[in-house]
Protein backbone atom coordinates (compact mmCIF):
# COMPACT_ATOMS: atom_id res chain seq x y z
CA UNK A 1 0.00 0.00 0.00
CA UNK A 2 1.21 3.64 -0.88
CA UNK A 3 1.02 6.18 1.01
CA UNK A 4 -0.11 9.65 -0.39
CA UNK A 5 -0.41 12.96 1.83
CA UNK A 6 -2.22 15.25 0.81
CA UNK A 7 -3.96 18.83 1.85
CA UNK A 8 -7.23 20.07 -0.24
CA UNK A 9 -4.75 22.75 -2.17
CA UNK A 10 -4.14 22.96 -5.46
CA UNK A 11 -1.13 20.72 -6.49
CA UNK A 12 -2.35 17.85 -4.72
CA UNK A 13 -5.27 17.99 -6.41
CA UNK A 14 -3.88 16.41 -9.42
CA UNK A 15 -1.93 13.86 -7.38
CA UNK A 16 -4.91 12.35 -5.52
CA UNK A 17 -7.40 12.65 -8.46
CA UNK A 18 -4.82 10.61 -10.86
CA UNK A 19 -4.18 8.30 -7.86
CA UNK A 20 -8.06 8.03 -7.60
CA UNK A 21 -8.66 7.54 -11.25
CA UNK A 22 -6.39 4.67 -11.81
CA UNK A 23 -7.53 3.29 -8.36
CA UNK A 24 -4.54 2.51 -6.99
CA UNK A 25 -3.45 1.11 -3.60
CA UNK A 26 -3.15 4.15 -1.79
CA UNK A 27 -3.43 5.52 1.83
CA UNK A 28 -4.57 8.97 1.77
CA UNK A 29 -2.90 11.14 4.37
CA UNK A 30 -4.55 14.68 5.26
CA UNK A 31 -2.27 17.20 6.23
CA UNK A 32 -3.55 20.47 8.32
CA UNK A 33 -1.33 23.10 6.88
CA UNK A 34 -2.31 25.66 9.04
CA UNK A 35 -1.93 23.08 12.35
CA UNK A 36 1.79 22.76 10.65
CA UNK A 37 1.65 19.18 10.05
CA UNK A 38 3.48 19.75 6.51
CA UNK A 39 6.55 20.70 8.79
CA UNK A 40 6.83 18.08 11.80
CA UNK A 41 10.49 16.34 11.12
CA UNK A 42 8.49 12.78 9.74
CA UNK A 43 7.22 15.18 6.93
CA UNK A 44 10.32 17.31 6.57
CA UNK A 45 12.44 13.98 6.28
CA UNK A 46 10.31 12.46 3.47
CA UNK A 47 9.84 16.30 1.94
CA UNK A 48 11.84 18.93 2.89
CA UNK A 49 10.61 21.39 0.61
CA UNK A 50 7.57 21.47 3.67
CA UNK A 51 4.82 20.85 0.62
CA UNK A 52 2.95 18.22 -0.16
CA UNK A 53 2.00 15.88 -2.27
CA UNK A 54 4.07 13.61 -1.20
CA UNK A 55 3.96 9.73 -2.03
CA UNK A 56 5.57 7.14 -0.56
CA UNK A 57 5.95 3.26 -2.04
CA UNK A 58 7.73 0.94 -0.47
CA UNK A 59 11.54 2.88 -0.07
CA UNK A 60 10.81 5.22 -2.53
CA UNK A 61 9.48 8.61 -1.62
CA UNK A 62 8.28 11.14 -4.75
CA UNK A 63 7.53 14.37 -4.33
CA UNK A 64 6.41 17.15 -6.38
CA UNK A 65 2.75 16.15 -8.18
CA UNK A 66 3.77 16.13 -11.52
CA UNK A 67 6.48 13.29 -10.65
CA UNK A 68 3.89 11.69 -8.82
CA UNK A 69 1.55 10.91 -11.61
CA UNK A 70 4.14 9.49 -13.34
CA UNK A 71 5.22 6.98 -10.76
CA UNK A 72 1.50 6.43 -10.15
CA UNK A 73 0.84 5.36 -14.35
CA UNK A 74 3.88 3.60 -13.87
CA UNK A 75 3.11 1.75 -11.14
CA UNK A 76 -0.28 0.90 -12.11
CA UNK A 77 0.81 0.11 -15.43
CA UNK A 78 -2.25 2.34 -16.72
CA UNK A 79 -0.12 4.58 -19.74
CA UNK A 80 -1.24 7.86 -18.70
CA UNK A 81 2.89 8.38 -18.88
CA UNK A 82 4.00 6.81 -22.35
CA UNK A 83 6.82 4.54 -22.74
CA UNK A 84 8.25 6.43 -26.03
CA UNK A 85 10.11 8.73 -26.33
CA UNK A 86 8.29 11.08 -28.22
CA UNK A 87 5.07 11.03 -26.32
CA UNK A 88 7.39 11.69 -22.89
CA UNK A 89 9.05 14.99 -24.61
CA UNK A 90 5.65 16.12 -25.52
CA UNK A 91 4.40 15.61 -21.91
CA UNK A 92 8.01 17.09 -20.79
CA UNK A 93 6.88 20.22 -22.38
CA UNK A 94 3.86 20.68 -21.35
CA UNK A 95 4.76 20.06 -17.97
CA UNK A 96 7.09 22.61 -18.02
CA UNK A 97 4.47 25.15 -20.08
CA UNK A 98 2.11 24.76 -17.06
CA UNK A 99 4.81 25.25 -14.47
CA UNK A 100 6.16 28.56 -16.15
CA UNK A 101 2.88 30.20 -17.88
CA UNK A 102 -0.69 28.37 -17.47
CA UNK A 103 -0.50 27.03 -14.08
CA UNK A 104 1.19 30.46 -12.57
CA UNK A 105 -1.48 32.34 -14.03
CA UNK A 106 -4.32 29.97 -13.06
CA UNK A 107 -2.40 29.74 -9.56
CA UNK A 108 -2.54 33.25 -8.99
CA UNK A 109 -6.13 33.14 -9.72
CA UNK A 110 -6.70 30.50 -7.21
CA UNK A 111 -4.50 32.20 -4.38
CA UNK A 112 -5.80 35.66 -4.95
CA UNK A 113 -9.85 34.61 -4.99
CA UNK A 114 -9.91 31.41 -3.40
CA UNK A 115 -6.55 31.20 -0.92
CA UNK A 116 -6.92 34.58 0.36
CA UNK A 117 -10.47 34.70 1.55
CA UNK A 118 -10.41 31.07 3.05
CA UNK A 119 -7.18 31.97 4.98
CA UNK A 120 -8.39 35.32 5.86
CA UNK A 121 -5.20 36.66 4.21
CA UNK A 122 -6.12 40.00 2.99
CA UNK A 123 -8.26 41.12 -0.14
CA UNK A 124 -7.05 40.26 -3.74
CA UNK A 125 -4.72 42.19 -4.77
CA UNK A 126 -5.98 43.81 -8.01
CA UNK A 127 -2.84 44.66 -10.05
CA UNK A 128 -2.11 40.67 -9.57
CA UNK A 129 -4.88 39.53 -10.70
CA UNK A 130 -5.04 42.38 -13.97
CA UNK A 131 -1.45 40.41 -14.30
CA UNK A 132 -2.73 37.03 -13.96
CA UNK A 133 -5.55 37.44 -16.20
CA UNK A 134 -3.37 39.06 -19.06
CA UNK A 135 -1.29 35.31 -18.97
CA UNK A 136 -3.82 33.61 -18.24
CA UNK A 137 -5.74 34.47 -21.97
CA UNK A 138 -2.29 34.85 -23.33
CA UNK A 139 -1.87 30.97 -22.56
CA UNK A 140 -5.34 29.88 -22.36
CA UNK A 141 -5.04 30.85 -26.54
CA UNK A 142 -2.03 28.47 -26.57
CA UNK A 143 -3.86 25.33 -25.06
CA UNK A 144 -7.46 26.33 -26.67
CA UNK A 145 -5.33 26.29 -30.59
CA UNK A 146 -3.43 23.61 -29.31
CA UNK A 147 -6.76 21.14 -28.24
CA UNK A 148 -8.23 22.01 -31.55
CA UNK A 149 -8.77 18.86 -33.69
CA UNK A 150 -7.21 16.83 -30.49
CA UNK A 151 -9.44 14.92 -27.72
CA UNK A 152 -6.70 15.33 -25.34
CA UNK A 153 -3.50 16.54 -25.15
CA UNK A 154 -1.02 13.85 -26.67
CA UNK A 155 -4.19 13.51 -29.09
CA UNK A 156 -6.43 10.30 -29.20
CA UNK A 157 -4.89 9.08 -25.66
CA UNK A 158 -5.86 10.95 -22.24
CA UNK A 159 -2.22 11.37 -20.31
CA UNK A 160 -0.70 12.87 -17.40
CA UNK A 161 -0.52 16.01 -19.43
CA UNK A 162 -3.89 16.61 -19.40
CA UNK A 163 -4.39 15.89 -15.28
CA UNK A 164 -1.47 18.29 -14.95
CA UNK A 165 -2.28 21.25 -17.21
CA UNK A 166 -6.01 21.12 -16.56
CA UNK A 167 -4.85 21.95 -12.26
CA UNK A 168 -6.91 25.34 -12.26
CA UNK A 169 -9.63 24.58 -13.98
CA UNK A 170 -12.36 23.01 -11.49
CA UNK A 171 -11.53 25.95 -9.48
CA UNK A 172 -12.02 28.64 -12.46
CA UNK A 173 -15.49 29.49 -11.80
CA UNK A 174 -14.86 30.15 -8.23
CA UNK A 175 -11.80 32.18 -8.92
CA UNK A 176 -13.32 33.76 -12.15
CA UNK A 177 -11.17 32.29 -14.54
CA UNK A 178 -12.20 33.64 -18.24
CA UNK A 179 -12.57 29.99 -18.93
CA UNK A 180 -15.78 29.92 -21.25
CA UNK A 181 -13.58 32.07 -23.41
CA UNK A 182 -11.93 29.04 -24.71
CA UNK A 183 -14.10 26.53 -26.21
CA UNK A 184 -11.75 23.73 -26.88
CA UNK A 185 -10.62 24.05 -23.89
CA UNK A 186 -13.65 24.03 -22.32
CA UNK A 187 -14.55 21.25 -24.33
CA UNK A 188 -11.62 19.37 -22.98
CA UNK A 189 -12.07 20.12 -19.46
CA UNK A 190 -15.65 18.98 -19.79
CA UNK A 191 -14.40 15.68 -20.44
CA UNK A 192 -11.93 15.53 -17.87
CA UNK A 193 -14.89 16.53 -15.72
CA UNK A 194 -16.88 13.19 -16.52
CA UNK A 195 -14.33 11.51 -14.63
CA UNK A 196 -15.79 11.73 -10.62
CA UNK A 197 -11.92 11.25 -9.79
CA UNK A 198 -11.33 14.81 -11.63
CA UNK A 199 -14.76 16.32 -9.68
CA UNK A 200 -14.25 15.27 -6.48
CA UNK A 201 -10.29 14.02 -5.62
CA UNK A 202 -10.16 15.04 -1.51
CA UNK A 203 -11.28 11.96 0.50
CA UNK A 204 -11.13 14.84 3.24
CA UNK A 205 -11.58 18.62 2.13
CA UNK A 206 -12.42 21.49 4.32
CA UNK A 207 -15.64 23.21 3.31
CA UNK A 208 -14.09 25.96 1.39
CA UNK A 209 -12.75 23.78 -0.67
CA UNK A 210 -15.79 22.19 -1.29
CA UNK A 211 -17.81 25.07 -2.27
CA UNK A 212 -15.55 26.43 -4.48
CA UNK A 213 -15.64 23.01 -6.52
CA UNK A 214 -19.42 22.89 -6.32
CA UNK A 215 -19.78 25.53 -8.84
CA UNK A 216 -19.07 25.45 -11.99
N1 LIG B 1 5.73 22.13 -6.97
C1 LIG B 1 4.97 21.43 -5.97
C2 LIG B 1 4.04 22.42 -5.29
C3 LIG B 1 3.50 21.88 -4.04
C4 LIG B 1 2.66 22.90 -3.30
O1 LIG B 1 2.74 24.12 -3.52
N2 LIG B 1 1.87 22.38 -2.39
C5 LIG B 1 0.99 23.21 -1.59
C6 LIG B 1 -0.40 22.63 -1.47
S1 LIG B 1 -1.07 21.94 -2.91
C7 LIG B 1 1.50 23.21 -0.16
O2 LIG B 1 2.04 22.22 0.29
N3 LIG B 1 1.28 24.31 0.54
C8 LIG B 1 1.58 24.39 1.91
C9 LIG B 1 2.59 25.44 2.24
O3 LIG B 1 3.17 26.03 1.32
O4 LIG B 1 2.79 25.66 3.44
C10 LIG B 1 4.16 20.30 -6.63
O5 LIG B 1 3.80 20.43 -7.81
O6 LIG B 1 3.90 19.28 -5.98
Redesign the pocket.
Known sequence: MMKLY??????????CAVARYLNAPVEFVY?D?IKGE??TPAMLALNP??????LVDAEQVV??????ICHLSDRMEAGLWPRDRAGQLEIIRWFSWN?MHFGRAGGSLYFERIIKPRFRIGPADPTAVEDALIEFRRFAAVLDAHLAGRKWILGDALSVADFSVALPLPYAKAASMPLDEFPQMRRWHDQLSEFAAWRDPFPVMSEATAAALAVR
Do not use: M, Q
Open positions: YCDLLSAHKALVLRNAKVPTTEADAIA
